[in-house]
């Protein structure tokens, strides 16, 4: 049998290490021939997808050097390679890939030994770690999927399209952008462009808020139907823009196919109750995932779910958490990656069952939508009762007392499409924040079935017309005078605190606001 030899990736900075490989070259400074050298201009140059992107292809490794601290040619971009290159082992010790196979190294111009050696160290250590599990699975390709345009058609009863219109009316992203419209989208399909509907991106601007659902005369299921077409395009290799350049995408792909061991509860400590024998399951979500991503917004989804522990402990609830649960697969899904999905959800199925759990309470409306609407329609049913946090709380309100202390703030209420047009969850959070004293609860003029959607969904085409929604949402809460915008979803949070955040010094609206999870808020309320 051949000895294994490592595939390694080596982004190189064109002014420093890929003139250092070029005179290790030159001088005939050996080195394993295991190497695919990629020229950049600049080490910073290199977005963390470019580095999950290599594993996912199957690289045993992955290499990022650049210029020494100080000597970069355009300054900083070095220091921005450092920053990303931190924060993908973070997310990638967590999925349980070992640290050795992403490095980052600074090597100059004249250091072609270095370079050479640098090499062969990683080749030793790559051939101790053995291959990387990605080469096996590697995604090449998603099979098409069973249903064909007719059918999609038929099923989500689009041809009943009257074009009215009325689904333009209050689509909001067509508010602005004017070429954007559900019923122009399902004319395209029906009238054969099958490649060109995959390419519009208008088929992946919808953000499957269901907002056309409430207007709809003859009961078109829209979000269902672009679902659908878009894993016609996924296989078509047509994925829409993701946001953050595909890299959330990327991991969960890595995690979906991943046989390693996940590292995703070190932030656990002893100061929340939870038991191995528990028959309740907190769903902890990707929570662990997002904070190194967005640690740029200062946010920490983490938080969520350690205040979501507090209040379960408080009412004598200590639930279990699973070790090795995984992404609930809603992003997947959105965007037409059904493969990745589906092994998603047949892991968490599996895991879920084997471990007893009679209750499953969720932080997050995505993975609570997920588990309730999307598992049992793709065949995968867990026999146990689903809940959000909120509905779980509110429940036992009527049981025994929620003793909080008195918090006199005016806020406002943000309904995420997941948890009240798709689920239609709109009471319970609003009696959680009623019973806060000192609580001043002042409504949206849209609210409940009728709130606008916080612009992105399954961090998919996150761009100026996403941001202007943003935008108008959260003049909207400011016009509320609240102090404090609540919301129940971990990404609604990440998408507000982003326009604020990008917002920089340019004139235009105060959208400052602070943000708060419900669950948090309730959690520091409790005496």
């Known amino acids: 049998m051949a000895e294994f030899e490592p595939r390694i990736i080596v982004f190189a900075c064109n002014w420093c290490t890929y003139a250092a490989a070029d005179i290790a070259g030159t001088n005939r400074i050996q080195y394993p021939p295991n190497v695919r050298i990629i020229r950049v201009m600049c080490s910073g140059m290199v977005a963390p997808e470019h580095i999950s992107l290599a594993l996912e292809s199957g690289a045993d490794g992955v290499l990022v050097a650049g210029c020494h601290p100080g000597d970069c040619h355009y300054i900083s971009g070095n220091l921005k390679a450092e920053e990303r290159v931190q924060m993908v082992s973070k997310v990638t010790n967590m999925l349980g890939i070992e640290e050795e196979r992403v490095r980052l190294k600074w090597i100059a111009t004249s250091e072609g030994t270095i370079f050479a050696q640098t090499i062969r160290d990683m080749v030793e250590e790559l051939k101790k770690l053995g291959p990387s599990p990605f080469r096996e699975s590697r995604q ?15 099923e989500t009863k689009a041809y009943y399209c009257l074009e009215c219109s009325k689904c333009t009316s209050i689509c909001p992203v067509a508010k602005y952008d004017s070429s954007c419209s559900p019923r122009s989208v399902i004319e395209d399909v029906a009238l054969g462009l099958e490649r060109e509907s995959t390419r519009d991106k208008k088929l992946f601007s919808c953000l499957g808020c269901y907002a056309c659902s409430l207007r709809c ?58 038991s191995d024998n528990s028959d309740i399951l907190y769903f902890v979500g990707c929570a662990p995932y997002f904070d190194p991503v967005f640690q740029y917004l200062e946010l920490r989804t983490l938080d969520i779910t350690e205040a979501s522990l507090k209040i379960l402990n408080h009412l004598g609830v200590e639930p279990m958490l699973l070790p ?83 918090f006199r703030k005016k806020v406002t209420y943000q309904d995420p499409c997941r948890l009240g047009r798709h689920l239609g969850i709109y009471d319970s959070p609003r009696q959680l924040l009623q019973a806060i004293p000192g609580i001043e609860l002042a409504e949206m003029e849209k609210n409940r079935e009728y709130a606008l959607c916080c612009g992105t969904s399954a961090f998919t085409n996150c761009d100026l017309y ?26 609604c949070q990440i998408h507000f605190r982003c326009a604020m955040n990008n917002k920089g010094e340019e004139k235009g609206p105060d959208i400052n606001i602070e943000v708060m999870d419900l669950a948090k808020l309730v959690a520091d309320a409790l005496e």
């Not at 139907?225 to 993701?242: I, K, M, N, S, T």
């Open 140 to 154: 090449v390709g998603q099979e098409k999927p069973a249903l064909d345009l007719e059918d999609i058609l038929q």
């Open 217 to 274: 005369p003859t009961d078109v299921d829209f979000p269902a139907f672009v679902q659908r077409v878009r894993a016609l395009a996924f296989g078509a290799d047509e994925h829409g823009c993701p946001a953050h350049g595909g890299f959330l995408h990327s991991v969960t792909r890595l995690m979906a196919r991943s046989p390693y061991k996940q590292k995703r509860l070190g932030w656990l400590t002893k100061e929340y109750r939870v």
């Open 466 to 491: 996403s941001h202007e929604m943003r935008v108008g949402r959260l003049q909207e809460a400011k016009a509320t005078g609240a102090e404090i915008l609540v919301t129940d979803c971990p990404k």
């Open 324 to 406: 090795d649960e995984k992404c609930c697969g809603h992003d997947a899904l959105w965007t037409g990656d059904t493969e990745t999905f589906q092994r998603l959800a047949e892991h968490n199925t599996r895991v879920i069952r084997e471990a007893g759990i009679k209750k499953i309470i969720f932080s997050c409306p995505e993975g609570y939508r997920t588990f309730k609407l999307d598992y049992p329609k793709y065949g995968f049913k867990l026999d146990c009762e689903l809940q959000h946090i909120s509905e779980f709380v509110a429940g036992k309100m009527g049981e025994q007392e929620l003793k909080l202390k008195e």
